[in-house]
C-alpha cells in the first residue's frame, strides 16, 4: 500500500546475528502491525501498538523485540533467541476506529545465512 | 477450533466460472468482517470490507451470517487475474483493540 514503507526487501541473518526491519508510514495511522509469515500459512501477529511509547506482545512475540518512539515508524528487531526466523515479515498499519481494515506494507524476506 | 477458519483450496475452475469461498469464525463479539486478496510472495491487499446487509463491488460479492457466524465470497465470472489467495479477516470482538484475525487463506487457480 501506498504510504507504508517496509525495509530492506530481502534480508540475511548470520548465525547469533540481531537484525531490524523498518517500518514507516505516512498516513498518520494510530496503530501499527508486524505479523509473520511462514510458506503456505497465515498471518500470525508479532507485536502491535495502539499509541507511541506503548506496544503490545502478540501470539508470536518470543526472540521478537519492538520500539514505538515516533508515530511513523516501529521498526521490529529479529533478536538471536528466534531459532527459526526465515520467513515475510509484514508490517501494517490502520486508524483508531474499530471497525477500520488494515493496510500493508510491501514486506521483507529474512533468511538465514 | 481455529478463531476463523478457511478450506485451503485450492479451488480450480475455468474463465467464467462462478466460485464462491466461506469463512467461519467463533468469537460471536466480532463487530467487523473484511476480504484480503494476498497474491503469490507479495503482501495482503484489502479486498472488500463486509457490511452486515451483503455488498457488491462489480463481480465480487460478500456476505455475512451472523447467526451461523460465517462469511462468503462469491467471485462471478472468474478472470485469470483472479488467481491469488483469498484471505478471511474478523476483527477480534469486542474489548479486543484493533486486532484482526487471518484465516489461512483459500487459494482460486483460474485456467483458460
Known amino acids: 500500500d501506498g504510504g507504508i514503507t517496509q525495509s530492506p526487501k530481502y534480508l540475511f541473518r548470520k548465525e547469533g546475528q540481531n537484525v531490524t526491519l523498518s517500518c514507516e508510514q505516512n498516513l498518520n495511522h494510530d496503530a501499527m502491525y508486524w505479523y509473520r509469515q511462514d510458506p503456505g500459512q497465515g498471518l500470525r501477529l508479532i507485536y502491535y501498538?495502539?499509541?507511541?511509547?506503548?506496544?503490545q506482545k502478540g501470539d508470536i512475540a518470543e526472540g521478537y523485540s519492538v520500539s514505538r518512539e515516533k508515530k511513523e515508524s516501529f521498526p521490529l528487531t529479529v533478536t538471536s533467541a528466534q531459532k527459526n526466523p526465515t520467513a515475510f515479515y509484514l508490517c501494517a498499519t490502520k486508524t483508531g476506529a474499530s471497525n477500520q481494515p488494515q493496510h500493508f506494507g510491501d514486506g521483507t524476506r529474512l533468511s538465514i545465512l | 477450533r481455529k478463531e476463523v477458519e478457511q478450506d485451503p483450496g485450492p479451488f480450480n475452475v475455468p474463465e467464467g466460472a462462478t466460485v464462491a469461498f466461506n469463512c467461519t469464525y467463533s468469537n460471536s463479539a466480532s463487530q467487523s468482517f473484511f476480504w484480503y486478496r494476498q497474491d503469490c510472495r507479495k503482501e495482503p491487499k484489502l479486498l472488500m470490507s463486509?457490511?452486515?446487509s451483503g455488498n457488491e463491488d462489480g463481480r465480487f460479492t460478500a456476505q455475512l451470517n451472523r447467526a451461523s457466524q460465517y462469511i462468503s465470497l462469491l467471485i462471478r465470472d472468474s478472470k485469470l487475474s483472479d488467481s491469488a489467495t483469498y484471505l478471511c479477516?474478523?476483527?477480534?470482538?469486542?474489548?479486543?483493540?484493533?486486532?484482526?484475525?487471518f484465516g489461512q487463506g483459500t487459494t482460486l487457480q483460474v485456467k483458460p
Open positions: 501498538s495502539q499509541i507511541v511509547n506503548d506496544f
Open positions: 479477516v474478523v476483527h477480534g470482538g469486542s474489548g479486543n483493540t484493533g486486532k484482526l484475525i
Open positions: 463486509v457490511y452486515s
